[in-house]
């Protein structure tokens, strides 16, 4: 019974990741939702008893691939929260 409630709450967060992932504006969001994406994704294969292609999606799903990605994600003009510095003649707001 709890292994059944288990797979549940896995299947419900595959879709909610999935969701967030299509409909998320953020770059650095979508990729870190990727990331958890492919490590639930491992979990899943894990349960469906498939260690190697549980292993493969861990690695080159999360692992390369999340990393190829954040690399990429340097290159994109506003990728990251870039600070705004204030000038000599304007007024800071705190």
């Known amino acids: ?26 770059f650095f969001t979508s990729v870190v939702l990727f990331l958890s994406f492919g490590l639930f994704m491992a979990m899943a294969w894990v ?15 999360a692992g390369l691939t999340g990393a190829l990605f954040l690399s990429a994600l340097r290159g994109v003009p506003g990728g990251k929260q870039r600070e705004r510095r204030v000038d000599g003649d304007e007024i800071r707001h705190d």
Do not use: H, K, T
């Open 1 to 26: 019974m709890i292994l059944i409630s288990f797979d549940l709450i896995l299947a419900a967060s595959l879709i909610w990741l999935a969701y967030r992932l299509l409909v998320s504006d953020n």
């Open 47 to 61: 349960r469906l008893r498939a260690p190697d292609v549980a292993m493969a999606e861990a690695a080159i799903g």
